[in-house]
């Protein structure tokens, strides 16, 4: 795996536009080996919401890179991946080594959340999956949310029939996805920021 991504990564600094410059990335590869219909909505959803995105607290896309067709390895199709800024920390792995914060560093952090999050929400996007995981952490402590791969650009004027129970990780779901509703709205972001704060 180490040396497909550094052949990769080398790949990739080649069609850089100036060869000279090199940047550490982060490479999310998007799940299309067993898709018998082609290119899957949800990968083309979180594109689509990301190339729209432009915000300081907001994970950004900086190129989709596809690799040459193997029949052995991605049945003759390639392997499609988003190419992210890179992020050293997620909050999840800070929760798990009991990193302890300050009031002024849960202040930042909080801050750095709802203003991506709000950014999201008045261009009507809903995550649908924040949690600690999903919040990540540069060495400088800039946030940025991360994994648009549920993420849902909505109509608040209309009821959004497309809406599906199968949003966020369970420790992070808002009671009216646990009760049944389909009809949710910005809301559920917000009691999964609750929950990540709790």
Known sequence: MKEHLEKFSKQYIQIQKNPNIKKVVALKKLLIENENYGFPVTSIREIMIMKRLHHKNLMSLIEIVVS????????????IYLVLEYMEHDLSGFY?????????????ILYQILNGMYYLHKNNIIHRDIKSANI????????????FGLARLINPEKKNDNKTQLVVTLWYRAPEILLGDYNYNFKIDVWSIGCVFF
Request: charged share 45%.
């Open 136 to 147: 990540l952490m540069n060495n400088k402590g800039e946030i940025k949310i991360g994994d």
């Open 96 to 108: 798990k080594i009991k990193e302890k914060y300050n009031i002024s560093h849960i202040k930042c």
């Open 68 to 79: 040459k067709p193997d029949k052995e390895k991605n049945k003759d199709r390639g392997n």
